[in-house]
């Protein structure tokens, strides 16, 4: 069976510091991938998507970048962060067939200070 | 461009008691997919149920079943025999059968709260 793990599961940084965010698939190849943004008491919001190794697609324009080094894994980083960039991150996979349905990983909790 | 309206920020509901919460929807592209997801306190988005734009009769699963009404633009979720742990937060979602990812707009969704 697939699974989709996310790390880290919490994070507090610092405006203007870094960040990175990992997800990684297991049990699928070549899936569709996905970063989403919850605010607080708010729906989602795509921000990047992936249909391939290198292939990122944003919906967003913002200081964040996504980048896809190997098949199943997805980076979501920015090199400076802002207060506005805290929230709930959630990294997705679909199949890319049928319903296409999105699966999701646990989430990364960011609160930027 | 898509869109998805949740009209009920809150619902409550007794155990055992059946709930519908609400989903309308506008796009205008001609097939799409409709998606139901449940987000506990946890943060996690668990996939509920699915309906294609095309699909002759409502789906079900389990004791998830989805009220499409294409006409009216809405995909309505109906629990059945409500359980303390349905509590959580439900979205609504959904996304076009055009372009070569899934891109799924989600509605603000609702809480819902099973009580004794």
Known sequence: ?113 | AQKITQTQPGMFVQEKEAVTLDCTYDTSDPSYGLFWYKQPSSGEMIFLIYQGSYDQQNATEGRYSLNFQKARKSANLVISASQLGDSAMYFCAMRPFTGTASKLTFGTGTRLQVTL
């Open chain 1, 1 to 113: 069976s697939q699974t989709i793990h996310q790390w880290p599961a919490t994070l507090v940084q610092p405006v203007g510091s870094p960040l990175s965010l990992e997800c990684t698939v297991e049990g699928t190849s070549n899936p569709n991938l996905y970063w989403y943004r919850q605010a607080a008491g708010r729906g989602l919001q795509l921000l990047f998507y992936s249909v391939g190794i290198g292939q990122i697609s944003s919906e967003v324009p913002q200081n964040l970048s996504a980048s896809r080094p190997q098949d199943r894994q997805f980076i979501l980083s920015s090199k400076k962060l802002l207060l506005s960039d805290s929230g709930f991150y959630l990294c997705a996979w679909s199949q890319g067939v049928s319903t296409d349905t999105q699966y999701f990983g646990p989430g990364t909790r960011l609160t930027v200070l």
